[in-house]
């Protein structure tokens, strides 16, 4: 059972470089989540998408653009990429509201 | 929207000391706390969690309370280990027009001594 898979897991990436990370879940669920991580702040909401067809901007969604290609990928897009934005992803995926958040392992991004 | 106010940042304990993380939060309207446990390089991983309608839920060492009048809750982990030796993030389940999504604090370090 694979749960959330994120792929790449490393990317480095020069300034004004776009790239897309991607994001697919096997457990049937709603809701798909994309949040960041930096030291010190915790994990921060960027975007998410509560059902199929669905987008929403979170906390930090500057720079950064989403897609809910379907009910199993959610897939997250810096078309400018800046320094700023060095951190690592995660996606999340949950059942219904109420219900846990499970997390994929990560993309650790740099931008040079 | 939500948000969600941890403390402390860190903690240092001696194993099979009890440790204690307490949170609060913003939105009356959120009835859902989880807890997750980070190892380094690791994902975070759910460890206990409370909806509203109950005030404290226990699973072995570890117990979560939750005072809705107040908007704070907390995690206990008894007879630490070193292997609870991790970053430990409260949440709660904000809520808008569009849907719902976990706040997280910014983390509590515990390290656990032998």
């Known amino acids: 059972n694979a749960g959330v898979t994120q792929t790449p897991k490393f990317q480095v990436l020069k300034t004004g470089q776009s790239m897309t990370l991607q994001c697919a879940q096997d457990m049937n669920h709603n809701s798909m989540y994309w949040y960041r991580q930096d030291p010190g702040m915790g994990l921060r909401l960027i975007y998410y998408?509560?059902?199929?067809?669905?987008?929403d901007k979170g906390e930090v969604p500057n720079g950064y653009n989403v897609s809910r290609l379907n009910k199993r990928e959610f897939s997250l897009r810096l078309e400018s990429a800046a320094p700023s934005q060095t951190s690592v992803y995660f996606c999340a995926a949950r059942l219904y509201s109420n219900q846990p958040q499970h997390f994929g392992d990560g993309t650790r991004l740099s931008i040079l | 929207g939500e948000n969600v106010e941890q403390h402390p940042s860190t903690l240092s304990v001696q194993e099979g000391d009890s440790a204690v993380i307490k949170c609060t939060y913003s939105d009356s309207a959120s009835n859902y706390f989880p807890w997750y446990k980070q190892e380094l390089g690791k994902r975070p991983q759910l460890i206990i969690d409370?909806?509203?309608?109950?005030g404290e839920k226990k699973d072995q060492r570890i117990a979560v309370t939750l005072n809705k009048t107040a908007k704070h809750f907390s995690l206990h982990i008894t007879e630490t280990q070193p292997e609870d030796s991790a970053v430990y993030f409260c949440a709660a389940m904000g809520a808008n027009q569009a849907g719902t999504a976990l706040i997280f604090g910014k983390g509590t370090t515990l390290s656990v001594s032998s």
């Open positions: 409370i909806r509203s309608n109950v």
């Open positions: 998408s509560a059902s199929e067809g669905t987008t």
